[in-house]
């Protein structure tokens, strides 16, 4: 039985020193659709090699230059398929990160 997603992530930047910081989550179900189930923090932004996409979350946080910050964010849904989902990170315009997951 699940009841929700937790997405789990490390992010450590070495090369510019930015006080706010600001990723966008992108999770797609089994079928390819982004899930966007809140309104007040789904959306849409542009990325530099992939053009326009749709992003689940957009996480704000404070961080210092070289330190690892770990982002936890819970998220869900009214129905979950079994398949394969997949989760992607987007800073500044580049995807930073993607995994996919299986659901049984």
């Not at 450590?12 to 910081?21: D, G, R, S, V």
């Not at 992108?26 to 079928?31: A, E, G, I, M, S």
């Not at 979950?80 to 996919?100: A, P, R």
């Amino acid at each position: 039985r699940t009841d929700r997603f937790l997405v789990s992530f490390l992010l450590q930047n070495n090369i510019t020193p930015l006080k706010n910081a600001e990723v966008f989550l992108v999770l797609t179900d089994p079928n390819g659709i982004v899930i966007q189930n809140d309104q007040w923090q789904s959306g849409a932004e542009v990325s530099k090699k992939d053009g326009i996409y749709k992003y689940t979350r957009k996480i704000n946080f404070e961080y210092t230059k070289g330190e690892q910050k770990k982002i936890v964010l819970p998220i869900q849904l009214a129905r979950y398929t079994e398949g394969l989902y997949s989760v992607q990170v987007y800073h500044n315009g580049l995807k930073i990160g993607k995994y996919d997951l299986r659901l049984n």
